[in-house]
């Protein structure tokens, strides 16, 4: 059975930070492309970050310089690490495993900066 978990939100102050978790089980995590995603209330599921297979990213232009997205293959782990957080990065935060078919999402965890 095929689990994406993701961990790390919360209620944060703007200019704060917090790291997001994915962790995956039941794929070969190596060979998928990673991504997390965002979706606000009342908006559209958005691209953040991905990380290759081969190590290249690509960002949001919104989330640039203050949003990395980083793999560690042997802990099946993709992570974000966000700063400089701002109103607007309240959303509910998804990881997804990507490139390979299917596709498979996480259940999301919501990250609220408010102050």
């Known amino acids: 059975q095929v689990q994406l978990v993701e961990s790390g939100g919360g209620l944060v102050q703007p200019g704060g930070s917090l790291r997001l978790s994915c962790a995956a089980s039941g794929i070969i995590f190596s060979i998928y492309d990673m991504g997390w995603y965002r979706q606000a209330p009342g908006k559209q599921r958005e691209l953040v970050a991905i990380?290759?297979?081969?190590?290249?990213?690509n960002y949001a232009n919104s989330v640039k310089g203050r949003f990395t997205i980083s793999r560690e293959n042997a802990k099946n782990t993709v992570y974000l690490q966000m700063n400089s957080l701002k109103s607007e990065d309240t959303a509910v935060y998804y990881c997804?495993?990507?490139?390979?078919?299917?596709?498979?999402w996480g259940q999301g965890t919501q990250v609220t900066v408010s102050s």
């Open positions: 990380v290759s297979t081969g190590g290249n990213f």
């Open positions: 997804r495993a990507q490139g390979v078919f299917p596709n498979y």
